[in-house]
Nanobody, 128 residues
Framework: QVQLVESGGGVVQAGGSLTLSCSAS????????MGWFRQAPGKEREFVSA????????YYADSVKGRFTISKATTANTVTLQMNNLSPEDTAVYYC?????????????????????WGQGTQVSVSS
């Protein structure tokens, strides 16, 4: 089982930036895929971004495309989500997640059901 820990959340004004990190430990993999989701109060958990096992293929929700960038370090089990030009609509708890075996089993990288390991979440609050 993979243990995931997010960090980097906080409070920022609209237009500002934050960088979230997700560190994996336990049964880790040299090449692994990872996803980021977020959940705002009263709303369902939604897909934000994902990165393939090779660290090259990336996916983004339309709402964050062009503002967020996902990347991962090949020498460390860490995935980073750089968030720029934040708006109040980005306020949520952000979670990182890993699929079974570190690999996507299908093209459903944007579905929470694709993932089995989740971090505890980190709060991102954007003020107007």
């Amino acid at each position: 089982q993979v243990q995931l820990v997010e960090s980097g959340g906080g409070v920022v004004q609209a237009g500002g930036s934050l960088t979230l990190s997700c560190s994996a430990s336990g049964r880790t993999f040299s090449n692994f895929a990872m996803g980021w989701f977020r959940q705002a109060p009263g709303k369902e958990r939604e897909f934000v971004s994902a990165i393939g096992w090779n660290g090259i293929t990336t996916y983004y929700a339309d709402s964050v495309k062009g503002r967020f960038t996902i990347s991962k370090a090949t020498t460390a089990n860490t995935v980073t989500l750089q968030m720029n030009n934040l708006s109040p609509e980005d306020t949520a708890v952000y979670y990182c997640a890993a699929p079974p075996g570190g690999l996507f089993s299908s093209t459903n990288y944007d579905s929470p059901e694709e993932y089995v390991s989740w971090g505890q979440g980190t709060q991102v609050s954007v003020s107007s």
